[in-house]
């Protein structure tokens, strides 16, 4: 097993802050190239402030750093803030996928910190880092994290991963939405396993992610897909959507949301890189594109929403406004069975 040392050289450790407990992080395991960490953190519930018109009130991210390796990934620049000020040890944005920090003591900080929550402020599951991501499987933080949310009543929690390790909690998720309004978000970027494993090296593959929207759907639960990022050229044409919106279909999705790529400075040597090697005959166009802006113009957006609201009435889809992880504008619940969620926040979806 290598060190942490010999995987990530360590700077001089801080008195404060985030450096502080990234430098003072145990080691916990390696493996395919990754080292986990324990982080003592403080709090794991936090406002959330973003550019990209999301109207979080909280956010929690049970780790810091995604396995998944999303090569258009937001996220990445997060890690920056773990390392000395002015250091460059922390600004490779490979580091993001390569050095994974679980939170210690997630469901203990936030059974505290629900205490002083307005529960009309609706609370985000996977904002930055997947909740699903594979160490999950043993590390179990997300599931605590469920645990507590399962104890509360009249919270509006609103769910997002790329991974099928969802359909493990499904006894706790269907606790939870008796109680509370709970959306869960599938993030599918393409039904093309192909191009998936170019895009996610490590997330599941795309028909287990359509599977497990049908497993929540028959479970009871509000499910649907997020085909974001939309990326032009490559997953934004009208036939991509189509095909897309019928996979939704097929797995009796609650909604579909499609948005396009929000490609900041962090990412773009990450993405770029990506279309140089796989669409080199895109690259100018994605250079052109973001090269003073990390969004695409107005008139793309609008053509592309334009898209994806035809491409859900084509297909009896209920449609988002966003890809915020809200709890509303969520489409309608399934009916009641046996094993499906509260009448309550069925209600809420009528």
């Not at 359509?210 to 939309?230: H, K, N, Q, T």
């Not at 097929?250 to 773009?268: G, N, Q």
């Not at 279309?275 to 008139?299: C, G, I, K, M, N």
């Amino acid at each position: 097993m290598s060190s942490a040392s010999t995987l990530f050289p360590i700077l001089q450790p801080v008195s404060t802050g985030l450096a502080r407990m990234a430098a003072e992080a145990t080691h916990v395991a390696d493996g395919h190239g990754i080292e986990f960490r324990a982080l003592e953190v403080r709090s794991v519930l936090n406002k959330t402030t973003s550019r990209r018109r999301l109207s979080l009130a909280s956010s929690i991210n049970p780790y810091r750093g995604c396995e998944f390796a999303c090569r258009y990934c937001y996220a990445r620049y997060t890690h920056e803030f773990l390392g000395p000020k002015n250091s460059p040890s922390y600004k490779d944005p490979a580091l993001f996928e390569r050095l994974i920090f679980l939170k210690e003591n997630a469901a203990w900080l936030l059974e505290q910190e629900l205490r002083h929550h307005d529960p009309a402020n609706e609370i985000a599951l996977g904002t930055a880092t997947d909740p699903y991501q594979p160490i999950e499987r043993t590390a179990g933080i997300t599931r605590s994290l469920l645990e507590v949310f399962a104890r509360q009543q009249g919270l509006r929690l609103g769910i997002v991963t790329k991974s099928k390790l969802i359909e493990r909690d499904i006894d706790l998720l269907t606790q939870i939405a008796r109680r509370n309004t709970l959306v869960l978000h599938l993030t599918i970027t393409t039904p093309d396993t192909a191009l998936a494993r170019l895009l996610e090296p490590r997330a599941p593959r795309p028909d287990l992610r359509f599977s497990a929207v049908r497993r929540l759907r028959e479970a009871g639960l509000i499910a649907g897909i997020l085909c974001s990022p939309l990326l032009p050229g490559i997953t934004d044409t009208a036939a991509a959507l189509e095909a897309m919106a019928s996979r939704a279909a097929e797995a009796r999705a609650s909604f579909f949301a499609a948005e396009p790529l929000f490609l900041k400075s962090c990412s773009r040597p990450t993405f770029l890189s990506f279309v140089r090697e796989h669409f080199p005959h895109l690259l100018d166009d994605y250079q052109t594109r973001f090269s003073s802006d990390d969004f695409l113009s107005r008139a793309d957006r609008e053509r592309l929403a334009a898209r994806v609201r035809l491409a859900c009435r084509r297909h009896g889809l209920a449609a988002r406004s966003t890809d915020a992880l809200l709890t509303r504008d969520a489409g309608p619940a399934p009916r009641a069975s046996a094993h499906s969620a509260a009448p309550a926040q069925q209600a809420l979806f009528a």
